[in-house]
């Protein structure tokens, strides 16, 4: 679908999008009925060439990925999300916690060479407190200057400043002190209470998720946003959690010091945990995952970086979705441990060059990038 020729509602089959189209092309803000439609077509094409037209105005063929790692400092978990395969309890032989040391150490293997960024979440552990987290960025930062550290969900650094006995202000300002750069996404879930109470009763509060993100957004720290779908919500619960993004991304803007850099749609992974013994839910399909990318693409107008998460939805099909509103591969992701717990198929890691070559081959122009979307051109492949 690069590069569409024809105008845009030539694309569209369904006569209840032709409307959106419309819309679309005269980059008017979509409603909520717009994004209940957007998941009733079954029009997929339609709906892709919609989200690509957006995608293209905003990043023409460019498409951003990251060198980077992932790690999570301890699996201990005293909280309760019946969708997670990853938290151990206390005793548990699969139970670690990582001292700064540890992570140095780890961080210094050459594998990790060319890592711009470190994205680090983990579990709810009475143990740690501010001082440990002090304590880890500061010699990561003494180790490693230019890493650029990625660090706690909007849940994870509530829990923590409260186990601190601080607020979530005084947390985010000891931590940034000590060498902390943004917030990754993770821990929205859906912010509907009534299945937030049923996938994840241990942080049902979603008002709290949205609470600290606009706090950091205050304070000049961006952040990332996620959705968890394919689990028991249906599409009203899907457009609300996506309209509340926005709202607090409109705030976000004219506050006018930090934001949302890119929304990211997580696929469940339906293996090893509670919720899918209970409800019995298939695996997402690809239909599926490619229209949560199109839908956020045309819902988001003020989120600028849409990302293909190929670890949940395969290297394959994050290549397709950059035709379906994508513009960002996420990363080499060295070493996730979260998703892969939870059943991911895909592949531990993804060389720098393999993503340049997923990119290339689906038609669009590969730029690496750091987590502020700093740009670094990537050299064309020579012939050996
Ligand atoms: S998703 Fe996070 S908070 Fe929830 S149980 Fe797993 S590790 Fe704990």
Known sequence: MVGLALPLDRYVSDEALRPIAR??????RLSF?????????KDLNGLGAMAHHVRQK???LKTYFVQSRRLSYTNICYTQCQFCAFQAKPGDPRAYVLSADDIVKDLSD???RGVRELHMVA???????????????RKLKAAFPDLHLKVFTMVEMGYYAKNSGISVEEFLDRCVAAGLESCPGGGAEIFDAEIREKICVGKKDADIWLQNAEICHA???????????????????????????????????????????????????????????TYAIPETTGAMDLREIAVARL?????EHIKAYWVMISPGLAQVALSYGANDLDGTIIEEEIAHRAGAKSPQGLAKS???????????????????????????????
Do not use: W
């Not at 819309?23 to 008017?28: A, L, N, P």
């Open 23 to 28: 819309k679309v092309m005269d980059g008017e």
């Open 354 to 384: 393999e993503l340049a070559r997923l990119i290339r081959e689906a038609g669009f122009e590969p730029m690496e990038r750091d987590n502020l979307y700093r740009e670094y051109e990537v050299e064309a492949p020579t012939l050996a």
């Open 219 to 277: 304070k000049g720290v961006p952040t990332n946003c996620t959705m968890l779908y394919g689990h028991i919500e249906e599409p009203k619960h899907r457009v609300d959690h996506l309209l509340r993004l926005r709202d607090l991304q409109d705030r976000s803007i004219a506050r006018g010091k930090a934001k949302f850099l890119a929304y990211i749609p997580l696929a469940y992974q339906n293996e090893d945990n509670e919720l899918s013994r």
């Open 123 to 137: 579990g709810h552990y009475p143990k740690l407190k501010i001082e440990y987290f002090e304590d880890l960025f």
């Open 110 to 112: 050459p594998k990790n």
């Open 299 to 303: 819902l988001l107008d003020n989120i």
């Open 58 to 60: 905003r990043h023409g």
């Open 33 to 41: 009925e717009d994004g209940l439609a957007l998941y009733a077509t």
